[in-house]
């Protein structure tokens, strides 16, 4: 099973950007489909992007279309969130997730019997006003 890293978090201020990086650690880490949540405090936790197990095919649910962009580097073991046009309201724990099905992915806030296999730690995001 693939563990999981997140790194790239910290204070910004509003209107910057930022790059989150999720490093997987064993062999196994092309066999997986990836995705990037984020949990503010009070709030629910809420996917951001979704990313086929290639690379190739991205999700994004409408709310975080456009200053949002995941991408996978399998060579790497790596996927990424740039994050741009940052908002106070962007403040949040930021997850990566993986389980070798997309769909799992992409429902897992929605989807009660489908909880991706891994997750990492976190890394926080603040966004100052």
């Known amino acids: 099973q693939v563990q999981l890293v997140e790194s790239g978090g910290g204070l910004v201020q509003a209107g910057g950007s930022l790059r989150l990086s999720c490093a997987g650690s064993g062999r196994t880490f092309n066999n997986y489909a990836m995705g990037w949540f984020r949990q503010a405090p009070g709030k629910e936790r809420e996917l951001i992007a979704a990313?086929?197990?290639?690379?190739?095919?991205?999700y994004y649910p409408d709310s975080m279309k456009g200053r949002f962009s995941i991408s996978k580097d399998n060579a790497k073991n790596t996927v990424y969130l740039q994050m741009i046009s940052l908002k106070p309201d962007d403040t949040a724990v930021y997850y990566c997730?993986?389980?070798?099905?997309?769909?799992?992915?992409?429902?897992?806030?929605?989807?009660?019997?489908?909880?991706?296999?891994?997750w990492g730690q976190g890394t926080q995001v603040t966004v100052s006003s």
């Open positions: 997730a993986a389980d070798p099905i997309l769909h799992s992915i992409i429902v897992a806030t929605t989807d009660k019997d489908r909880n991706p296999e891994v």
């Open positions: 990313v086929s197990r290639g690379g190739g095919s991205q």
